[in-house]
């Protein structure tokens, strides 16, 4: 699989790395690594992202560079962190039917394995484990940017090394990126402790409308909110892992309304608790602790709906 995935790039010039919607950490980090890898490599890269890049983010270096470009001269495409086509975003969910070849990297275990190649490692905790493997294989030498890139897909996408998907090897490839030069503080303290005072407004009004219903906490942001608080739909990103620590939830639910009519729906729950398929019920997707998807509707109808699934997921894995 990595020979084959080696061969088609050996064979590129000019590479379009794309990015998942609404995206996090690891999306970005991995896409930031693979381009300055193979740029190293004497290749062309394109960055490609549907929606804009969260603030949170914006210290990585290079990260300016993704916008939403047209394919033009590419001749190979490389998707990271992508379980589905339409996590490309209205933008380039075409671009699986192209005849470009489509390299499909991701560890999800709800990925639908859309690419011509698709290099899908459930075990892995991160996409950027995937991509700190291929520079290993490629001989690629770690940089402080490169090492900080992939170091921050790894931090994010494990809550700072707590969910369970924390292997002993992630933190032994995370102690290889900080010898490279990546600082963890660094990342934290520009990824987790730089909010806006009005994202912090925000979740204020979103901590008062909490409710615990049995094992299930949730809460929500609507667009009143937002604008009470001069906060975006996405300033609450995050907040649901806040209320995933209240002692007697077992699952955090939380609805975001968004100003396009949709409803965002982010989904946490305890170890050992796998909350994936009320997300993969509502055409979503993610991992068993953090799953997400989004409706089309009022928050009056989707909320009944969601937590209505949501107990029964919880009482099928914990009956009463
Ligand atoms: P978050 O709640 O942080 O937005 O997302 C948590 C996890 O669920 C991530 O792994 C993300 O990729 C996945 N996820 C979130 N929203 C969606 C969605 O609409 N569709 C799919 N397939 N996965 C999603
Ligand atoms: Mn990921």
Not at 24 to 51: E, F, P, V, W
């Amino acid at each position: 699989m990595t020979r084959k995935l080696k061969r088609l790039i050996d064979r590129s010039r000019q590479v379009f790395i794309v990015a998942h919607v609404d995206p996090d950490g690891d999306t970005i980090g991995s896409a930031l690594g693979l381009a300055r890898s193979l740029r190293k490599m004497g290749k062309d890269c394109t960055l490609a992202c549907a929606d804009s890049v969260p603030d949170a983010l914006l210290f990585l270096p290079g990260v300016e560079e993704f916008g939403i470009p047209r394919l033009t001269d590419e001749d190979l495409i490389i998707a990271v962190d992508v379980s589905h086509p339409n996590r490309l975003g209205q933008a380039y969910r075409h671009l699986p039917s192209l005849d470009t070849p489509m390299v499909n990297i991701d560890h999800h275990f709800t990925n639908s394995m859309f690419g011509t190649i698709n290099l899908v490692r459930i075990e892995a905790t991160a996409t950027a484990e995937i991509i700190f493997d291929l520079l290993q294989e490629w001989e690629v030498l770690l940089d402080s940017v490169l090492a900080t890139h992939l170091l921050t897909g790894i931090v994010t996408d494990t809550q700072s090394f707590s969910t369970p998907s924390t292997t002993p090897r992630i933190l032994e490839v995370s102690s290889q990126l900080m010898k490279a030069g990546a600082s963890l503080t660094e990342i934290h303290e520009n990824y987790y402790k730089k909010r806006e005072v009005e994202t912090l407004h925000l979740w204020g009004r979103i901590l008062a409308e909490m409710q615990l219903d049995d094992q299930l906490v949730w809460s929500v942001s609507t667009l009143d909110m937002q604008s009470r608080s001069h906060a975006a739909p996405d300033d609450g990103d995050g907040i649901v892992n806040l209320l995933a620590t209240a002692r007697q939830a077992k699952a955090a639910i939380m609805f975001t309304e968004n100003e396009d009519g949709k409803i965002g729906i982010s989904i946490r729950s305890r170890p050992g608790v796998d909350i994936s398929p009320i997300a993969i019920h509502f055409g979503g997707g993610g991992h068993p602790q953090a799953a997400g998807t989004e409706l089309l509707g009022d928050l009056c109808e989707v909320i009944p709906k969601v937590l209505i699934k949501a107990k029964d997921v919880l009482n099928a894995h914990d009956p009463k």
